[in-house]
């Protein structure tokens, strides 16, 4: 699963001489989920920390409660009681989160003062850095996330983005720091842009409680790996579960009309007993229909047959005759088929046979 | 059918406030945008009712920001719903600041100052109020955000920055916040807009949008609630859209879904 892996992968950390593990949690406003998965990963990674499996310890930096230092001036000048920044978690606060080379310093002292008795590492999360990007260019975000990911102490970092508060370039560039992408997309195609109506506030609906979760991981050697699954909301977080490609695309591509555009598995079969017109001769024999595929000593028996057959049609000249050669099966539409399946099955024989006999020499 | 001067309309059913004199809702932001075609401050009039026809909350607050109208211009449409603010102004428990005539400064450092002025003011009163027995909870009302902008030179930084200070204020102090402002501003913007950070950002959006078919005497357009829900310590509940038509009268307005209407 998808989920399971990223969380094994940041629990394992960052592998010598290599850099930190980073993932990009990546959402829209059509699939506002990415807050829920960036929970989950947190107390994933919080679990493990809990039951020592991994390297990190895990701290957060608040840059929610005073990010650019407002309440402190208002404080100070006693305008207002210091009660705001009091009420302020225990970690770390931040009052100006424009400066983000302060903001990185903050990071490694506090790392380094929570990891100081245990020579461990930590772990960074960050929630998140589209709000970072309203105060800072993506150069200054993205050399930020490049410092902590080559840092010796981090043992591995996530962040959470909305890719549609963003240009371009922004989400690329993120992407291309990270070594995991996860995405979460609409499970349903709305109408967007069409107008809201009674009949799209479903779909809406079900966007916001279920997901498209995919995620690609780049790996050392430059592969790429791609892993995707479903997720759900639930009332005590999210679940994520296998994808059903097929009826998801099939929800999404049938248009809505008051008749039924799919066939039924009975409804194949019996279509594909159908005797087509002109493949029925008419004439008392038992039907004849040339199939491209068959072996060649059926198709020569066929071939003896036919010329009976044409034989038999000189004789009657007399009386009108159809005869329709089928050129190829029934294809269904937007078929994944390969025609050279056969070819690769063949080869994949061949690989086993020299394998028995290898065994059997043995 | 439901008039906003029943206790529970469709509107108040969406907004899902758990209180039945029109409280609830601390902690929250609600956005509300609305268009041309299908303006939205019939809500906004009718959230000031409800927030300040609740005996049960005598030091409950609402501080309101104008931007668009002078106070009379406030004052003359909630008479008529039965609400006199200059009373509840009088009380303290209208808080009136009048954005309009501000001596706006040029630049953005004169505008952060300026905004972190109006904002202290805030806080301080809602501090006052919390501290008051029998305090549940306070309103910020921004009328509206587009004008907010235009105010602050164009931009949209600082308006999002205000609007995080008074959400973390109001998840502080058990506050509702609520803001309108104009989807269609923003629909030939080529970089993402403000309004999609105030989406994110927003725990109820409410849409105020004209039909798909176009204008009607007896419709005058249509509600989309989308309510976010909330998490707590027993976990979050489900986030839920409705969607249903008004009407606005003279003194009210129904809500009414499609076809129900008699």
Redesign the interface.
Known sequence: MAAEAISRALRDGALEGEHAPALTIKDS?HA?LGAFVFDHILAQLSSNISSSKSQAQLRIVDC?????G??I??AESG???N??TQ?ATTASLCKNVRDLDMLFSSIVELGKEVIRETKGRFAVAIDSV?EIL??ASISSAASLLSNLRSHDQVACLFWLF?S????MKASSALEYISSMVACVEPISNTANGK????EN?PL??QN??RGKFSVRFKRRNGRIRLMSEELH?E???INFVPAFEGHVTSQSLVPKVQFNLQLSEKERNDRAKVVLPFEHQGDGKPIQIYDGRRSVSESKTENKETNAEKMHVNEDSGRGEIIYIRDSDDEMPDSDEDPDDDLISDSTIFFLTVGILELLTN | MMSSNSANNLLDEALGFNDECGGGGGGLLLLIEDRVETSGAFILHHLIKRRLSSPNRPNDVVVFLSFAHPFSHYDRILRKMGCNLGVQKENKRFVYYDMLNLNYPDGEKGAEDLL?SV??KI??TV?LCSSREGYKNSTIMIDDISLMEVALCGSS?LV??FL??CY??AT?FDCLVIILNHEDVYSTVD??SPL??M??LANIVI?A?PL?TGLATDVHG?L?V?N?GICQG??????????FHFRVKENCVEYFY?GSRT
């Open positions: 406003i506002p929610y409660t005073d990010p650019l407002w309440k001036q208002l305008i207002v009681s009660r705001s009420n589209s309203r105060h909305h549609d508060l963003h240009e107008g809201m109506n009674s506030v809406i609906e916001l409680g909301t009332q005590m977080g | 972190l904002y202290g806080q301080k501090e930084n999002l920055d995080h200070y973390s204020l502080q970089v993402p999609l950070q989406e994110y849409k949008e798909a249509q989309t989308l976010k027993s976990g979050c509940s489900k986030s839920k859209i409705r969607n499609p």
